[in-house]
C-alpha cells in the first residue's frame, strides 16, 4: 500500500473522514477536498498526531461542483506528492421531498453535488492516474440507487447515475489499469442526516446503523481486493435484492419511511 497517493472528496466529515484516517493508518498519503477549511485543518492535525507512523495529509479547500476547483485541487496533489493513485468521489448530499413541491435550489444543490461533483471528480484524476499507468476510482453510491424512492427520489435517482456511471466506466478505463469499484453504502452514522435538505426529516429508526469507520475500512480493503461492488451488511443486500424482485413492497416500505 505505501508509496500510493489517495484522493478524498468530502473529506471534512463522515465517510470521507475515516477513509482519510484509515489510509494515513496504512502509510498512505492522503489529499482532500471539502469546503469547510476548519475541519480540513483539525484532520490534518490529528493525522500528524496518529501514534504509529503514517501518510501525510494535504487538505485543500474547494467545491466538488466546479471543474475549476476539482483540476487545481489534483494539481495541488501532484505538487506536494508527485503522484495520485486513488480517488474517492464521496461528496455527497441528501434531500427529501416531493419531486414536484421541492425547492428548485435544493434539487440543484443535490445533482450539482451528487453528479457534477463525481464527474468532475473522475475527469480531473483520470489524466492523473494516466501518469503513472493506472490506478484505482471508489464511488461511493448507496443501496437505495435502484430503490424505488418516494419522497427520497431525486437523491436515489442521483445515486443511480453514480451506480451506472462506475459501470461503464469501468469498462472504458479497464485497458488502461484503472479498476472501478462502486460502493453500495447503507445507513451510516455521520452528519448526511441532520444536513438533508428539504422536508421529511424522519431519521428512519429501526433501520441498521453502522460507523463511518466500518465504510472506511472497506473502502481501504476494496482498493486491494479489485471487487467491482461492494456490499457491506447482509441488510443492504436484502434492500438491493428486494427491490429487484419485489419492488411494488418494497416502494410502499419507502414511501411510509420517506414520507
Ligand atoms: N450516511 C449515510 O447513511 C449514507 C448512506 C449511503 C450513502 N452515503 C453517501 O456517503 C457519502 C458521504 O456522506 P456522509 O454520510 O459521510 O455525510 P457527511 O458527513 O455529511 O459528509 C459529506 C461530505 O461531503 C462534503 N461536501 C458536500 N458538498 C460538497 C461540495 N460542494 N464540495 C466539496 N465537498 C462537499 C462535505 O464537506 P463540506 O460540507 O465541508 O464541503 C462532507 O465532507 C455521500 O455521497 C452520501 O450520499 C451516506
Known amino acids: 500500500m505505501q508509496n500510493r497517493v489517495a484522493f478524498i472528496t468530502g473529506v471534512s466529515s463522515g ?3 475515516a477513509t482519510a484516517l484509515a489510509f494515513a493508518r496504512q502509510g498512505i498519503d492522503v489529499a482532500g477536498i471539502a469546503r469547510r477549511a476548519e475541519r480540513l485543518t483539525e484532520l490534518e492535525a490529528e493525522i ?5 507512523a503514517h501518510g501525510d495529509f494535504l487538505g485543500i479547500a474547494g467545491d466538488v461542483t466546479t471543474a475549476e476547483s476539482m483540476n487545481a485541487a489534483v494539481a495541488q496533489t501532484l505538487e506536494r506528492f508527485g503522484r495520485l493513485d486513488i480517488l474517492v468521489a464521496n461528496a455527497g448530499l441528501g434531500q427529501r421531498g416531493a419531486v414536484a413541491d421541492a425547492e428548485w435550489s435544493h434539487l440543484e444543490t443535490l445533482l450539482r453535488t451528487n453528479i457534477d461533483g463525481v464527474l468532475h471528480s473522475i475527469r480531473a484524476a483520470v489524466p492523473a492516474m494516466r501518469k503513472n499507468g493506472g490506478g484505482h476510482i471508489i464511488t461511493v453510491s448507496s443501496v437505495v440507487y435502484n430503490l424505488t ?6 437523491y436515489a435517482a442521483s445515486k443511480a447515475f453514480v451506480s451506472s ?3 461503464s466506466l469501468r469498462l472504458e478505463l479497464e485497458d488502461e489499469n484503472i479498476f472501478v469499484t462502486d460502493v ?3 445507513r451510516t452514522e455521520t452528519e448526511f442526516n441532520e444536513k438533508r435538505l428539504g422536508a421529511g426529516k424522519r431519521t428512519g429508526e429501526g433501520i441498521p446503523t453502522m460507523s463511518p469507520e466500518t465504510v472506511a475500512e472497506a473502502i481501504v480493503k476494496a482498493t486491494t ?4 461492488t461492494v456490499i457491506l451488511r447482509f441488510f443492504d443486500r436484502l434492500i438491493i435484492l428486494g427491490n429487484i424482485f419485489v419492488p411494488g413492497i418494497i416502494g410502499r416500505m419507502a414511501k411510509r419511511q420517506y414520507r
Do not use: D, E, F
Open 48 to 52: 500528524n498526531t496518529l501514534p504509529t
Open 15 to 17: 465517510i470521507g473522514r
Open 184 to 186: 453500495l453504502v447503507g
Open 225 to 228: 481486493s479489485h471487487q467491482k
Open 149 to 154: 424512492s418516494p419522497y427520497a427520489a431525486t
Open 165 to 167: 456511471l462506475a459501470n
